[in-house]
């Protein structure tokens, strides 16, 4: 059973146990999947189910479930695939609303989700689709703030959520906040460093973290931290292993926890950080399962 923190909007909020980081690319496109436990241990590979992709995202629904949706393999997809409150997941669900890759996706509003930006493969997208707490994908809808790709989101504030960063050709550092009711607002100024590729999860309850990512600079090991009212933080100077492609996701349950994982470095790798619920992101701990990038992360049980 997952402990649960009061909302701001009143909604009843999880904070789940247990992760799972699942798809992307080692070389091959892949589904395989590996579970993190409610302290942080990653398991090692759980063979895939669905379309074998990458670039996709994920994010929590349902309060216990997750779902993994949009991605690449030599085209863009907008299929999806649920997963259980046991971290099972499943084979794919036809897709709905615009075929996508490099997309962003976070948990709002306590039960539900959202995806939102990425490339068409004919041009940059700002577009976002509601996940209801059933788990269904919505329509699009129409895109405000900067179409980009490369751009990552993450829950902060117990209902609300936060895209940042991405490229358009060049990097930006932009955020767009979700309302608790689902709703994309216009950009906000860039704070840190430009770059895309990151990734984010919630932590301490109520902020948030993106982390990693490149920019013309080259690979970055850099975090910005993420208030409880969406204000995104300067940069803190990164410990690990530079990279990008990562994903991440909190677990940890009342722990407020969260972990980063996977990505590209000087190739491919299968490392991990943890994430204290103060929001400090710790040294490199050592891969298991699959070395990948292009990997998608969510939160579930």
């Keep these: 059973m997952f402990p649960i923190i009061p909302a701001s909007s009143g909604t009843a909020v999880?904070?789940?146990?247990?992760?799972?980081?699942?798809?992307?690319?080692?070389?091959?496109?892949?589904?395989?999947?590996?579970?993190?436990?409610?302290?942080?241990?990653?398991?090692?590979?759980?063979?895939?189910?669905?379309t074998a992709r990458y670039y996709l995202a994920g994010c929590e629904y349902g309060g216990d479930k997750g779902i993994f949706g949009y991605g690449s393999t030599a085209?863009?997809?907008s299929m999806s695939n649920l997963v259980s409150n046991a971290g099972v997941v499943a084979t794919?669900?036809?897709?709905?609303?615009?075929a996508r890759v490099y997309v962003g996706a976070c948990d709002y509003g306590g039960d539900k989700g959202i995806f939102g930006?990425?490339?068409?493969?004919?041009?940059?997208?700002?577009?976002?689709?509601?996940?209801?707490?059933?788990?269904?994908i919505g329509t699009d809808v129409a895109g405000v703030g900067t179409a980009r790709y490369g751009a990552q989101a993450c829950e902060y504030g117990e209902d609300k959520g936060i895209f940042g960063f991405g490229t358009t050709g060049s990097y930006t550092g932009a955020t767009n906040l979700v309302s608790n009711a689902g709703v994309v607002a216009t950009d906000v100024a860039a704070v840190g460093t430009a770059r895309g590729y990151t990734g984010a999860c919630?932590?301490?309850?109520?902020?948030?973290?993106?982390?990693?990512?490149?920019?013309?600079?080259?690979?970055?090991?850099?975090?910005?931290?993420?208030?409880?009212?969406?204000?995104?933080?300067?940069?803190?100077?990164?410990?690990?292993?530079?990279?990008?492609?990562?994903a991440a996701t909190q677990y940890g349950g009342a722990a407020y926890t969260g972990i980063f994982g996977f990505g590209n470095a000087a190739g491919n790798v299968g490392m991990t950080n943890l994430v204290s619920d103060t929001g400090v992101v710790a040294t490199d701990v050592a891969a298991v399962g699959t070395a990948r990038h292009g990997i998608a992360a969510c939160s579930f049980n």
Excluded: C, W
């Excluded at 794919?92 to 615009?98: I, K, L, P, S, Y």
């Excluded at 997208?125 to 996940?131: P, R, Y």
């Design 117 to 136: 930006f990425g490339h068409t493969g004919g041009g940059y997208s700002a577009a976002t689709n509601l996940v209801t707490d059933a788990g269904v």
């Design 202 to 246: 919630g932590y301490g309850g109520d902020k948030g973290i993106f982390g990693f990512g490149t920019n013309a600079g080259g690979k970055q090991s850099m975090t910005n931290l993420v208030s409880n009212t969406g204000v995104v933080a300067s940069d803190t100077t990164g410990v690990g292993t530079a990279r990008h492609a990562l």
């Design 92 to 98: 794919d669900t036809a897709g709905v609303g615009t």
């Design 14 to 50: 999880p904070q789940n146990d247990e992760g799972i980081f699942a798809f992307g690319h080692d070389g091959n496109y892949s589904a395989v999947s590996n579970l993190v436990s409610n302290t942080g241990v990653v398991a090692s590979d759980t063979a895939g189910v669905g």
């Design 75 to 77: 085209s863009a997809q």
